[in-house]
């Protein structure tokens, strides 16, 4: 790494002919962005020129950029304490052992360990700033879990039961609320945060919940939300961000709420025997409602009072329709015949999406399967195992005439020719089952004849079938193409009149005497 003087000669060489940032000239200088600040604060407070420091040697420059230092000094080295900051996060490394191996690398031009070690004290004081970022109201709310757990008695047990307790805090007012769950899964994440929605009447526009397994299958910078979770998010409206792995700072103010309800709440709660979770959440809300009314230190106003007037105009309004729970979430690759099975049972998708990556959402009342951004099939869910749920338009055209379909459909399809039709469609059906073979392969003739003849000309043919009970597809073909229904009428008898005829009237009066 170069000395302070060279690096100063060429930050400003670079300066002077270029509008680099700071991390970009650090780049170059093989030095951090810190110090490439700290130089140009203070040569801006010089007012030094790349043209004035061209005309100074090295020592010049040394008193210029360090008066009240001695020259003795300035031959002594300081190592990067950026480095050092980064190296002390990682596990059983030192403060002692980075001294000793920067002394190592050149003893000669190292510090005393004492001075070294003052040195980076001050260096930790002007790098230990808190920006105070700017939340709006209504905007950010943030969730986690307490590591305090709390343990229940229940009544005719002598076993104590452990529960987690969710935290969630508006980030403009610091509104917070505790709710007390059986575990940490999905759906414990969903019911604390349902009932801090509840609690503050409104939904944010962001939630920054932490980042576990139960809310996202994969972390930033790729996240992938938990299904069951992404369908809470998407039914509230709001946007979930979790917090990157290893940075609590995204989530520093729900951290700081965390330790404040440990210490105010969750520790005087040990002493105290709950019975029921109704009974722990109570008494949980009640603490936070005293919290939150409780004003700031050295101030005039309190949580609520921030929120009354900032936060809670400004939240968007909770869904009209509660959330139905996902009981299980999973993503499959559709098989060849197009079926999604779900509890041993088969539901269709179209066929187009065979061999293709689908996400499966189960509810006690729907089955909801999506793929791509394409408009998910929605199946009333049902609890008979081993058979199947389909659509006639999912199936491929080639295997639309071998599945045999139920009389509903076939009756649903003949609804929009005429009642005539839907009538003469029932009869193929009388007597027999559902699924019938033969029905289906007479019903789907009918089908194919609709498509050569209009809609009225089916309507007389069926007519005139069903007039003469004569319920077969060969019956109404035969009327289609012979037209026969144009001239007939139902007034009209069946067998021509003729003298050699002598009808009912004549066997009534003059029939066989005994």
């Not at 007597?431 to 007389?460: F, P, T, W």
Request: charged residues 25%.
């Amino acid at each position: 790494m170069m000395n302070s003087v060279t690096r100063v000669r060429e930050l400003l060489r670079i300066r002077s002919k270029t509008n680099f940032s700071n991390r970009k000239l650090a780049e170059m200088l093989g030095c951090s962005h810190q110090t490439v600040g700290r130089d140009l604060k203070l040569l801006n407070q010089l007012s030094l020129t790349h043209e004035q420091v061209a005309r100074h040697d090295d020592d010049e420059l040394t008193l210029l950029l360090a008066p009240c230092a001695p020259l003795a000094m300035q031959k002594k080295r300081l190592p990067d304490f950026a480095v050092w900051v980064k190296a002390l996060t990682k596990k059983h490394q030192t403060i002692y052992n980075l001294i000793a191996l920067y002394t190592r690398e050149d003893p000669a031009t190292a510090y005393a360990p004492s001075t070294l070690y003052q040195h980076f004290k001050e260096y930790l004081k002007t790098t230990k700033l808190e920006a105070l970022l700017e939340h709006r109201p209504g905007e950010e709310a943030q969730f986690d879990f307490c590591g305090q757990i709390i343990w229940l008695s229940p009544y005719n047990s002598a076993r104590k039961v452990r529960y987690s307790v969710f935290v969630g805090v508006l980030c403009h007012s610091k509104y917070f609320l505790a709710f007390a769950t059986p575990a940490q899964t999905t759906n414990d994440w969903i019911a604390g945060t349902k009932a801090f929605f509840n609690y503050i009447g409104g939904v944010p526009t962001i939630g920054i919940p932490d980042n576990p397994k139960a809310v996202t299958v994969k972390p930033r910078p790729n996240l992938k939300l938990n299904l069951k979770y992404a369908a809470f998010a998407e039914h509230y409206g709001f946007v979930a961000m979790p917090a990157r792995p290893g940075e609590p700072r995204d989530k520093g103010i729900v951290e700081g709420t965390v330790k404040f309800v440990t210490e105010r709440v969750l520790v005087n709660m040990q002493s105290l025997v709950f019975r029921t979770l109704n009974e722990v959440n109570s008494y949980l809300r009640k603490e936070c409602d005293k919290l939150n009314r409780l004003k700031f230190q050295k101030s005039t106003y309190s949580r609520y009072d921030l929120f009354k007037n900032g936060d809670k105009p400004t939240l968007n309004p909770l869904p009209l329709e509660p959330f139905i729970a996902i009981e299980q979430a999973f993503i499959c690759t559709i098989p060849s015949n197009y079926r999604v099975v779900f509890d041993e049972h088969f539901y269709s998708v179209p066929w187009q999406w065979a061999h293709k990556r689908a996400e499966v959402e189960a509810t006690r009342k729907h089955i909801t399967i999506r793929h791509g951004n394409k408009r998910p099939i929605v199946h009333k869910r049902s609890f008979e195992k081993g058979k199947e749920t389909f659509v006639h338009s999912h199936l491929h055209p080639k295997h639309q005439a071998v599945v045999r379909l139920p009389l509903s459909e076939f009756v649903r399809w003949a609804e929009t020719i005429g009642e005539h039709t839907t009538f003469f469609i029932e009869q193929l059906f009388l007597g027999k089952s559902d699924k019938d073979l033969i029905a289906n392969q007479s019903a789907k003739v009918v089908q194919s004849l609709a498509k050569k003849y209009s809609i009225k000309e089916m309507e007389c043919a069926t007519k005139f079938c069903n007039t003469y009970e004569k319920f077969t597809p060969t019956a109404l073909k035969g009327a289609l193409s012979s037209r026969i229904y144009e001239e007939w009428s139902t007034d009209a008898p069946l067998v021509g009149m003729h003298k050699n005829v002598l009808g009912a009237e004549h066997y009534q009066n003059e029939g066989r005497k005994s």
